[in-house]
């Protein structure tokens, strides 16, 4: 080859990989384009939209139905669907990031960074006025889209048990006193019951020992403020980890940016992506798929920390909710509770039966690809787990009694239980028809007697023991989610 031609092939491999770097046609994990990707990473740890977890009660309760197994009361928590970001996290997101924008573009026009050309259009269409500051907190429709459609899922599951005629007395519906608690209980009822008005049967309670005991535990807000999880939770922010991804971000995009500046635009890739499922988020444009999942580490190392394993009072103050789910169950009434709440809630319910628990403690420096422990399976927006009482007929007795040359299969109470409308096996406790009551209660009957005030030490605290320094923690911490 000539030395004229081997300058034009090196120009033509320059253009290419100039090409193939902005727009990503066969890239590497670091220049992959958003705008071209099938699958986007969509593991959200507690910003996964419900759409992306949950699976079909449906088909589930049919299978369950077939074995042999008739259900006879349901108790089901609910975290509330997806919602408006909170008040800090909206004002950062629309004043940091156009800013932020303004000088990607210009770095994008001046060569510099690896977006790709559609992802850059993306970005520049992007609207930091749909996060609207009068809708803060409130649930996007996706949302009330997702939690009516839970309803009627749930009812269509078990259309014989949940007749017209009985839903005024056999069916309870409880929320907390927050605006997108009480609005996810009713829309799920207008999925649930469409021709029936049960909006007016929901009970709304505040500082409720089974919906909100973690507001009213003296113990645990005071351990967890002085506690291990901030540290822990500090040194992953400054840890390498993390360190990467501003790196990447940075290299990315062409502009220097800060821990903060990353966690707004992770924030805003899937506040966009959870209220427009079918649009590519903007903001995600600017992560890999390895920064996706340290990001999503990230924040499931704080949620271990504040509703996990970390610490004993964290699960052992789920206690009420347990107790109410034991005392309903054992007169085995053809009744039924749904309670709708928090994240904070949900995920101690789960931790209390010992879900998720991984065989060594989630720390900072060890990001453990095959953890257990991930919130964007268990702890997303509209996360719920339910436990269902069944009479199951229990085949591997065979004919049990005789009547007048008749069979008479013997038959047995068990619990059936559900996280986001996929079956799982009670730890310690795995049946194909459930949880024999009998194995239920030896394993959790001890909390059918459940000393709260003591356990939480709330003596001279009175019912609001809140910590006023944790609750601004709470507030300034912009990776946490309600």
Same mark, same amino acid.
């Given at each position: 080859?000539?030395?004229?031609?081997?300058?034009?092939?090196?120009?033509?491999?320059?253009?290419?990989?100039?090409?193939?770097?902005?727009?990503?046609?066969?890239?590497?994990?670091?220049?992959?384009?958003?705008?071209?990707?099938?699958?986007?990473?969509?593991?959200?740890?507690?910003?996964?939209?419900?759409?992306?977890?949950?699976?079909?009660?449906?088909?589930?309760?049919?299978?369950?139905?077939?074995?042999?197994?008739?259900?006879?009361?349901?108790?089901?928590?609910?975290?509330?669907?997806? /919602?408006?970001?909170? *008040?800090?996290? %909206?004002?950062?997101? $629309?004043?940091? &990031? #156009?800013?932020?924008? @303004?000088?990607? +573009?210009?770095?994008?026009?001046?060569?510099?960074?690896?977006?790709?050309?559609?992802?850059?259009?993306?970005?520049?269409?992007?609207?930091?006025?749909?996060?609207?500051?009068?809708?803060?907190?409130?649930?996007?429709?996706?949302? /009330?889209?997702?939690? *009516?459609?839970? %309803?009627?899922?749930? $009812?269509?599951? &078990? #259309?014989?048990?949940? @007749?017209?005629? +009985?839903?005024?007395?056999?069916?309870?519906?409880?929320?907390?006193?927050?605006?997108?608690?009480?609005?996810?209980?009713?829309?799920?009822?207008?999925?649930?019951?469409?021709?029936?008005?049960?909006?007016?049967?929901?009970?709304?309670?505040?500082?409720?020992?089974?919906?909100?005991?973690?507001?009213?535990?003296?113990?645990?807000?005071?351990?967890?403020?002085?506690?291990?999880?901030?540290?822990?939770?500090?040194?992953?922010?400054?840890?390498?980890?993390?360190?990467?991804?501003?790196?990447?971000?940075?290299?990315?995009?062409?502009?220097?940016?800060?821990?903060?500046?990353?966690?707004?635009?992770?924030?805003?890739?899937?506040?966009?992506?959870?209220?427009?499922?079918?649009?590519?988020?903007?903001?995600?444009?600017?992560?890999?798929?390895?920064?996706?999942?340290?990001?999503?580490?990230?924040?499931?190392?704080?949620?271990?920390?504040?509703?996990?394993?970390?610490?004993?009072?964290?699960?052992?103050?789920?206690?009420?909710?347990?107790?109410?789910?034991?005392?309903?169950?054992?007169?085995?009434?053809?009744?039924?509770?749904?309670?709708?709440?928090?994240?904070?809630?949900?995920?101690?319910?789960?931790?209390?039966?010992?879900?998720?628990?991984?065989?060594?403690?989630?720390?900072?420096?060890?990001?453990?690809?095959?953890?257990?422990?991930?919130?964007?399976?268990?702890?997303?927006?509209?996360?719920?787990?339910?436990?269902?009482?069944?009479?199951?007929?229990?085949?591997?007795?065979?004919?049990?009694?005789?009547?007048?040359?008749?069979?008479?299969?013997?038959?047995?109470?068990?619990?059936?239980?559900?996280?986001?409308?996929?079956?799982?096996?009670?730890?310690?406790?795995?049946?194909?028809?459930?949880?024999?009551?009998?194995?239920?209660?030896?394993?959790?009957?001890?909390?059918?007697?459940?000393?709260?005030?003591?356990?939480?030490?709330?003596?001279?605290?009175?019912?609001?023991?809140?910590?006023?320094?944790?609750?601004?923690?709470?507030?300034?911490?912009?990776?946490?989610?309600?």
């Amino acid at each position: 080859m000539s030395t004229q031609n081997q300058h034009k092939s090196l120009v033509l491999a320059l253009l290419i990989s100039i090409f193939l770097t902005k727009n990503c046609a066969d890239s590497d994990d670091q220049t992959e384009c958003l705008s071209e990707t099938k699958h986007p990473y969509m593991n959200f740890a507690t910003k996964t939209p419900y759409y992306h977890a949950h699976g079909n009660i449906r088909e589930e309760l049919s299978t369950l139905q077939s074995s042999g197994c008739d259900v006879h009361s349901v108790w089901m928590m609910v975290r509330h669907g997806s /919602r408006h970001p909170t *008040k800090i996290d %909206g004002s950062f997101i $629309r004043h940091h &990031l #156009p800013l932020l924008r @303004k000088k990607l +573009v210009n770095a994008y026009h001046h060569g510099l960074g690896s977006l790709c050309r559609k992802d850059l259009e993306l970005l520049k269409e992007w609207d930091p006025d749909k996060l609207s500051h009068d809708r803060r907190m409130q649930l996007f429709e996706t949302g /009330r889209v997702e939690m *009516k459609e839970l %309803g009627a899922r749930v $009812r269509e599951a &078990l #259309p014989h048990f949940f @007749k017209e005629g +009985v839903l005024e007395h056999n069916v309870s519906i409880w929320s907390t006193n927050t605006d997108r608690t009480k609005e996810t209980a009713k829309v799920f009822l207008e999925g649930f019951s469409p021709s029936q008005n049960l909006e007016k049967n929901i009970v709304v309670k505040e500082h409720d020992r089974i919906m909100e005991f973690h507001e009213i535990c003296h113990k645990y807000n005071e351990k967890i403020f002085n506690g291990s999880h901030i540290p822990a939770f500090l040194k992953f922010l400054k840890g390498p980890e993390l360190l990467s991804v501003v790196g990447s971000v940075s290299e990315r995009i062409a502009v220097p940016v800060e821990r903060l500046h990353v966690v707004l635009m992770y924030n805003a890739c899937r506040y966009y992506k959870v209220m427009e499922p079918l649009k590519h988020s903007a903001w995600c444009a600017v992560f890999s798929r390895k920064d996706m999942e340290v990001m999503e580490f990230g924040e499931d190392l704080f949620v271990y920390h504040d509703h996990g394993y970390a610490l004993d009072i964290t699960y052992e103050q789920a206690c009420p909710a347990v107790q109410d789910l034991l005392q309903r169950f054992r007169y085995q009434s053809d009744s039924s509770v749904f309670y709708f709440t928090h994240l904070e809630t949900v995920v101690k319910v789960m931790t209390r039966f010992g879900f998720f628990n991984d065989s060594k403690p989630l720390t900072w420096n060890a990001m453990d690809s095959r953890r257990r422990w991930r919130t964007s399976d268990f702890g997303g927006f509209g996360s719920n787990i339910a436990f269902l009482l069944t009479k199951c007929r229990d085949v591997g007795y065979g004919c049990e009694i005789r009547v007048c040359g008749s069979c008479h299969i013997r038959m047995r109470w068990t619990v059936n239980t559900y996280i986001n409308e996929k079956k799982v096996h009670l730890p310690r406790c795995a049946y194909t028809t459930g949880c024999p009551w009998l194995v239920f209660q030896q394993l959790y009957g001890q909390y059918a007697v459940c000393p709260f005030d003591e356990l939480c030490g709330n003596k001279g605290f009175g019912s609001k023991v809140v910590s006023e320094q944790w609750k601004f923690w709470r507030k300034l911490n912009i990776l946490r989610e309600l």
